[in-house]
Structure formats: structure tokens, C-alpha cells
């Protein structure tokens, strides 16, 4: 009890340190170039340390071997404490869903622990708690897996793997528990659309991927009405295949041990066909506009702003990782200090850049008060014009790369997230060295690169905005910053005409 009483401390510790540090390691305001004030006040002292050692690294690697039934198995031993986590990645998710079924993934791995052959949903609950287990299967209307984890202590290994392989292997779909979940699902749309966040989220998934899958965002009432007990049935028999999953754990197992009780659990799984999944590729969105959702009475305005970017091996990868930490990477970033910290028009703003085996996007979001939605939308734009005109000032880019690679450098703390970069290696077919190498790249990676993909990417004369908010105050503002269509909080087109982008 000591022992994980001293490693959880520990661990707490060095994390409340390190957010610390990499808060820190962005907040100074950059220099070297004539600019507005970017703080009020702020004095930001030090750097997040990066010892250059962690620059040659060389991660533990998982054993790896495939069974006679073709699943491929990654096992990551780690001592430190008496438990496991692992993983059954079905290597179909949303992405797979058949043309008329769309959300048949995602309930599949949802209703995998709501009753086996031999086993009803109130028992697999018990069963889990009495083994002070956890069990958990996910799929995303586009995602390119189905997930199914479990965790516990070793000395409970045996009952959690039998449990584990039941629900993967035996689903029964039972019709009561599934017509709950619709209910529940149902209700549910009714909660999501009343929020701005979910319908900003929505629009612009929608605006930066058309018709494509990845659009995919959240179903409608119409779409559950389509599933059935049955389409879940034929898709969990057409994709839960051991020659279409990877497993993985990591933890106090011995590899000899894993493989031996995977060969007894998931004895009767048989290899067969899969359908292919196809991926189109995604389509340019077009000229820059500005999509309004009406929602009467808001008292403020979400944005959310961004262009398509690369898919996740592309090699601009590391260059658009940095630009990102620059531009809104964090709480210390540009976005956040200047939209929050020197002019107070929200809580908070961040930037992200995604990826994945289709292209990727590079968004900014905020949500500020309903006053400000003007000045708030010339700061997006001012800070995407910076990065893209300006060199990054050497000190800024510096304290950018340690937040990186710190960051980096602290997640293998996490055995379980060492195990995660393996599995992400798989899908993407990296390298085998990928991971060794990253602190090196992203040092490699120079201003000059940085300002290179925001030019390349961060396309102004084609981005999109996303306003969420009442039209009846923000409606003008926005006419000013580009072509604008009105929307209600369905989706759907309100009788408003386009206005044209005026200069500002």
C-alpha cells in the first residue's frame, strides 16, 4: 500500500508540475517584432526543463506475435503496480457503417455489455463490480475502430479476460435493453440541441466535410429508427473478426502467460472475410464563409474557425504540431492570451490540429460574450494572419518546442499511454522507430517550417466559420468578415440571403 500510495503521489506530483511549466513556457508575449500588447501585466519566468537525453530515448516495446486465428497481439509488461489495462481494437468503426445503417458501430460496441448467450446486462454489472473491474466498449459514427477495454487487478486476471472475451464473442443485442438505449439516445438529441457547443461542433464537421463519412457528427431521430437488434447482429458478425483486431495490455502480465489464456478465451473465434472499408477522399470546401446558427436570447457567441489540413502520415505532420502549439496549442498560447488574458472577451480559446487515414482539419474555437463577437472575430483573424506573415520570434518557437516535448517526455509516466502510441503506430503502419524519433523531429522543426504549413494550410480564402448565437445582434457583425448563411438550431436553412464579404 505504501509503494502505491509513493507512486501515485508521484505521479500527481510531476503532472501539476509539468502543467505548471508548460502554462509558463508560452505566456511570455513574443518579441523581436513590433506588435499590440499581448498581456496585462503578465511576467513569465524560466523554461520548461527538456533535458537533451530525452532527445535519444528508446521506448520499452510491446512483445508482438499473431495467432493461428490472425489477431495480432501487443503485450507491454510493467511491474510497478498489481493491475491491467487492455484492449480488443476492432479495426472497423463508424467508417464501416453500411450506407442505410449509419450508427450500426457505434451501437454495437454500445450494446456489448448489455447481455451475452449466458449472461443478461444486470449480471455483467454485478460481475464487474465484484471483481472492482471496468468494462467499456465505443465506437464513433467516423471512426476507423471499434474499442472494447477492460482493467483490474492481476489476481483478478482469469475472471475479467472470461468476461472480456464473452461480451466480444456472445453479444445477444437483447430487444428491451437496446429499445432503452434508443430512448435514452432520443432524449438525448433533445438535450444536445439546445447546447451552442454541440451545435457549433456539428455545423462545422458538417461545413468542413460534406458529404464525405467523416462528417458523421450525431445521429438523427430518424437514423436510430433505422437500427435494429438485428443490423448490429450482422455487423458485429461481419467485422468482430480476430484477423480485423489488434489486442493489446499492458501491465504486470508476462507475455508466455497473455498468450496462453488469449488461446483458451477466444478459442472459438474464427478468422473470415471482412468488407473493405472504403475511404473517399475529402473534397475541398470551397470559398471562405460564414455559417449563422440562430439561437434566440444567447447571451454569447461560440466560434469555431478552420481549414482542412493533412492526413497522419503526412511529413508536414511535426511542422503543423508546432504551428498549432503556437497559434492555440494551450493556455499560454496566442489565442488564449490575447482573446482572454489582454482583451477579457472569453474564458478561454484554443486551437487543435486532427488527423487521421483522410484529411485532417487545423480549427480555432471560442465561446465570448455576445458584445464582442466583432472584436473577437478581428482577433481569430489577426492571429491567423500573424502566424502566417510573421517569422515566429526564436524564444516563442523555443518554449513552444519544450512544451511539446516536455509533455511528451511526461506521458511515459503512463505505461498504458506508451501502449496507445504502439497501437497508433499499427493503424497508421509508422515506422518502427516512430516514436523513439519524436522529441527529435519536433526539435528538427524550425520557424521557418512552422510559418511554411500555416501558409500552406491555414488558407484564410478558405475558411470556415462556424457562429453560434442571436442573429438579431451578431448578424451584423459577421457581415463584415465575410459571405453569411442563417441557419436554425435543426440544421436547417432559415429564408436569409447570402451577404457579401465587405472590407474591414
Known sequence: ?????????????????????????????????????????????????????????????????????????????????????????????????????????????????????????????????????????????????????????TDNFDPIMELFADVILNPSFPAEEFNKLKSRNLAQIRLQRSQPGFLAAEMFTKVMYGSHPAARFALSAEQIGRITPESLQKFHAANYKPNNAIFAIVGDVKPATVIAKLEK???????????????????????????????????????????????????????????????????????????????????????????????????????VRTDVTDGSMKELLYEFKRIRDEKIPAEEFDRAQRTIIGGWALQLEFPQSVLQNAITSKLYGLPADYWDTYPQKIAAVTPEDAQRVARKYLDLGKLQIVAVGDAKKIAGALKAYGAVELYDTEGKPLQSPSVEAKTK
Open 265 to 367: 478465451a477466444f478459442a472459438s473465434w474464427k478468422p473470415g472475410e471482412v468488407p473493405k472499408t472504403e475511404i473517399p477522399k475529402v473534397a475541398e470546401t470551397g470559398a471562405a464563409k460564414i455559417y449563422l446558427i440562430d439561437r434566440p436570447g444567447s447571451v454569447q457567441t461560440n466560434l469555431v474557425a478552420g481549414t482542412l489540413t493533412i492526413e497522419r502520415t503526412d511529413p508536414d505532420y511535426f511542422a503543423l504540431e508546432m504551428m498549432n502549439q503556437v497559434v492555440g496549442g494551450g493556455p499560454s498560447a496566442r489565442l488564449f492570451m490575447n482573446l482572454r488574458e489582454d482583451k477579457g472577451y472569453t474564458y478561454g480559446a484554443y486551437s487543435n490540429a486532427s488527423s487521421s487515414k483522410y484529411r485532417g482539419r487545423f480549427q480555432a474555437n471560442t465561446e
Open 1 to 153: 500500500m505504501k509503494r502505491v500510495i509513493f507512486q501515485l503521489t508521484r505521479t500527481l506530483t510531476m503532472i501539476a508540475l509539468a502543467t505548471l511549466l508548460a502554462g509558463l513556457a508560452q505566456a511570455q508575449a513574443p518579441g523581436g517584432q513590433a506588435q499590440r500588447p499581448s498581456t496585462k501585466g503578465t511576467v513569465i519566468k524560466g523554461k520548461a526543463p527538456v533535458n537533451k537525453e530525452v532527445l535519444k530515448v528508446k521506448l520499452p516495446k510491446p512483445y508482438e506475435t499473431k495467432l493461428s486465428n490472425g489477431l495480432q497481439v501487443l503485450v507491454l509488461e510493467n511491474h510497478k503496480l498489481p493491475q491491467f489495462n487492455m484492449q480488443m481494437v476492432i479495426l472497423s468503426g463508424g467508417l464501416a457503417d453500411p450506407a442505410d445503417q449509419l450508427g450500426a458501430a457505434q451501437y454495437t460496441a454500445t450494446m456489448l455489455r448489455e447481455g451475452t448467450q449466458t449472461r443478461d446486462s444486470k449480471k455483467i454489472a454485478e460481475q464487474i463490480d465484484q471483481l472492482g473491474a471496468s468494462l467499456s466498449a465505443n465506437a464513433g459514427l467516423s471512426s476507423l475502430t471499434s474499442v472494447v477495454s477492460a482493467s483490474g487487478l
